[in-house]
């Protein structure tokens, strides 16, 4: 177990509505990534929260946005839903930003979109 | 550009040999991390074993070890007696200093054989 929770582990919605997804980071850990694997793909880097402040930004479309709250836990809404956004959403925390800290990487959110 | 490469998509390898999976990466950045992950079939991403640009030494764990060979840019991970249960993708990564995103190759599949 790495500590790192996310919810729901599936969704599964039509296109053009709108999901969040929830990510509570290790105790401890201050950075929050966001990472999009869809089928037989790498990861895809999206986002990146420190200690609640934008860090770094990948190639995170516009419909998509995230935020990252006091308590550390961060959450990552989709909206206007294509069918190519189906895909395992990971979020993953490491203690802080550079460094030799690995990423620790929740189970994923499996999100299918119809 | 891409940044890490992994050019075997896919490797066979008869149980207990020694397995070797190739990474390159690009990066005009003097400090920077690599990073290796397992995913098994069930999607979890686990974290293996880490090196630093300035580390002099080649990174161990277990039966995981780092080829660092800076010159060429290489990180290989070499995993040796393979067993049955080391069948998963594995993903090399880096992360470099000068921000604190982390980028994934495409990954290879390792198949272990009885």
């Known amino acids: 177990d790495s500590g790192v929770t996310q919810t729901p582990k599936h969704l599964i919605t039509a296109t053009g509505q709108r999901v969040t997804l929830r990510c509570s980071p290790r105790s401890g850990d201050l950075s929050v990534y966001w990472y999009q694997q869809s089928l037989d793909q790498g990861l895809q880097f999206l986002i990146q929260?420190?200690?609640?402040?934008?860090?770094a930004k990948g190639n995170i479309l516009e419909r998509f946005s995230a935020q990252q709250f006091p308590d550390l836990h961060s959450e990552l809404n989709l909206s206007s839903l294509e069918l190519g956004d189906s895909a395992l959403y990971f979020c993953a925390s490491s203690v802080a930003g550079p460094g030799n800290s690995p990423l620790h990487f929740g189970n994923g959110t499996r999100l299918t979109v119809t | 550009a891409q940044k890490i490469t992994q050019t075997q998509p896919g490797m066979f390898v008869q149980e207990k040999e020694a397995v070797t999976l190739d990474c390159t990466y690009d990066t005009s950045d003097p400090s920077y991390g690599l990073f290796w992950y397992k995913q098994p079939s069930s999607g979890e991403m686990i974290f293996l074993i880490y090196q630093g640009s300035y580390d002099q030494q080649n990174a161990t764990e277990g039966r995981y070890s780092l080829n660092f060979q800076k010159a060429r840019k290489s990180a290989n991970l070499v995993i040796s007696a393979s067993q049955l249960g080391d069948s998963a993708m594995y993903f090399c990564?880096?992360?470099?200093?000068?921000?604190?995103?982390?980028?994934f190759g495409k990954g290879t599949r390792l198949h272990i054989l009885p």
């Open positions: 929260y420190y200690n609640g402040e934008e860090r």
């Open positions: 990564a880096m992360r470099e200093a000068r921000d604190d995103k982390i980028i």
